[in-house]
C-alpha cells in the first residue's frame, strides 16, 4: 500500500515484512522505521539500516494495544543513543509529565497519542506539545 499511495515511508513493528522487504518495494529513499521493545530488537534493526528507531512502550499506556510489551523505561533510550545516531522516537505513555525526560535522555522525537486524542481541543493539545518539544530541543 505505502508504495501505491507514494508515501514517505513505512513504520514497520516487529512481525511485519521485513527491513529489507520494504528496502526492495519502496525506493531507497523512502524512510523506514522499526518498533524496538530490547536491545535485541534495536541491534536488529540498526544492522537492517533503518531510518529510525521507535522505542517503547516508555511508560504504562492504553493507546498502544500492546498489551504483552515490557515498560522498556527510560534507559533503553540513554543506552540506544550510546551506540547509534539513528534517530530515536520515544512512544508510549508520553504525557506533559515525562516529556522533558524522554527528551533530555536523547529522545529526537515523541510520540503522543492518549494526551492529545482525549483533550477537548486535540489540536491546541498538539501545538502544545510541539510548541513544548521544540523550546526542549
Given at each position: 500500500m505505502a508504495k501505491e499511495v507514494d508515501s514517505d515511508g513505512v513504520h514497520i513493528g516487529q512481525n511485519d515484512d521485513t527491513v529489507e522487504y520494504c528496502r526492495k518495494?519502496?525506493?531507497?529513499?523512502?524512510?523506514?522505521?522499526?518498533?524496538?521493545?530490547?536491545?535485541?530488537?534495536?541491534?536488529?534493526?540498526?544492522?537492517?539500516?533503518v531510518d529510525y528507531l521507535a522505542i517503547g512502550k516508555v511508560f504504562e499506556t492504553s493507546t498502544m494495544g500492546k498489551k504483552d510489551r515490557n515498560i522498556v523505561g527510560l534507559e533503553?533510550?540513554?543506552d540506544t543513543k550510546k551506540i547509534t545516531a539513528i534517530p530515536i522516537v520515544a512512544i508510549g505513555g508520553i504525557n506533559k509529565n515525562n516529556a522533558n525526560k524522554v527528551i533530555r535522555l536523547g529522545a529526537d522525537s515523541i510520540c503522543v497519542v492518549s494526551e492529545i486524542v482525549k483533550s477537548s481541543n486535540p489540536e491546541l493539545e498538539a501545538n502544545k506539545f510541539k510548541r513544548f518539544f521544540d523550546n526542549e530541543k
Open positions: 518495494t519502496l525506493s531507497n529513499e523512502k524512510i523506514i522505521g522499526t518498533s524496538n521493545n530490547n536491545m535485541e530488537e534495536i541491534y536488529q534493526s540498526i544492522k537492517a539500516n533503553l533510550i540513554a
